[in-house]
């Protein structure tokens, strides 16, 4: 695609409810990051895959949050037992390499009620 | 402990001015810099920069880092409203990429 499309947009739940996120990265880019972004915050790093494969799975917050990436494309990062804290812009980004300069979606809205 | 420090954290000046952003940085081996623009939802590519001293440059705004002092500036002359937006360092280290808080430009006309 031209650019890295997010869905949803917004995404409105009750607490305790599973959420999934996806991402379809730029076609032919290797590498896909996920990203938090609270009101007023940065961006908290979650996670990055290179292909399929996560080396670093530190960044995430807590074992609620998982994150998978089908070959070098589509992603989906999934929080199970949602909390008010996890309330969030989730941006995603991919890049043609790992450490080249990220190209990023327009983000998923989460709102935990 | 990796951090990425941005400031100031909000800025207003008038159209026309120059304007000076700071990141400094403490980030375990340390790879790359980067500035991004992020104006209402995703952020955009500025300037990628890995060595000290070679300023980078596109239109009216330009970058340069110093690995020593482990800091990097981002200048905008001529200001545009369109510059108006948060700009965002992040600092890429081992398998880890650290985002700064940003600095929230406002320009007024």
Redesign the interface.
């Known amino acids: 695609g031209a650019g890295?499309s997010q869905s949803p947009s917004n995404k409105v739940t009750e607490k305790g409810k599973d959420v999934e996120l996806r991402c379809d990265p730029i076609s032919g880019h290797t590498a896909l990051?996920w990203?938090r972004q609270r009101l007023g915050?940065?961006?908290?790093?979650l996670i990055?895959f290179q292909g399929n494969s996560a080396?670093?799975k530190s960044?995430l917050p807590s074992d609620r949050f998982s994150a998978e990436r089908t070959g070098e494309s589509v992603s989906t990062l999934t929080i199970q037992r949602t909390q008010q804290e996890d309330s969030a812009v989730y941006?995603c980004a991919s890049s043609l390499y790992y450490?080249q300069?990220?190209?990023?979606?327009?983000?998923t809205r989460l709102s935990i009620l | 402990e990796d951090k990425?420090v941005?400031s100031p954290l909000s800025l207003v000046v008038h159209e026309g001015d120059t304007v000076t952003l700071n990141c400094s940085y403490e980030v375990t081996n340390f790879?790359?810099l980067?500035w991004?623009k992020q104006e209402k939802?995703?952020?955009?590519?500025l300037f990628?920069l890995t060595s000290s001293g070679i300023e980078k440059k596109s239109g009216r705004l330009s970058s340069i880092l110093d690995k020593k002092e482990l800091f990097s500036i981002l200048n905008i002359t001529a200001t545009q409203t369109g510059d108006s937006a948060v700009y965002?360092c992040?600092v890429?280290g081992d398998?880890?990429?650290?985002?700064?808080?940003?600095t929230r430009l406002h320009i007024l006309p």
């Not at chain 1, 915050?41 to 790093?45: I, P, R, S």
């Not at chain 1, 300069?101 to 983000?107: I, K, M």
């Not at chain 2, 398998?95 to 940003?102: A, E, P, S, V």
């Open positions: 890295v990051y990203y915050q940065g961006l908290e790093f990055y080396p670093d960044g941006l450490k300069p990220q190209h990023f979606g327009d983000g | 990425v941005q790879r790359s980067l991004y939802k995703a952020p955009t590519f990628m965002l992040a890429e398998d880890k990429i650290i985002f700064g808080k940003g």
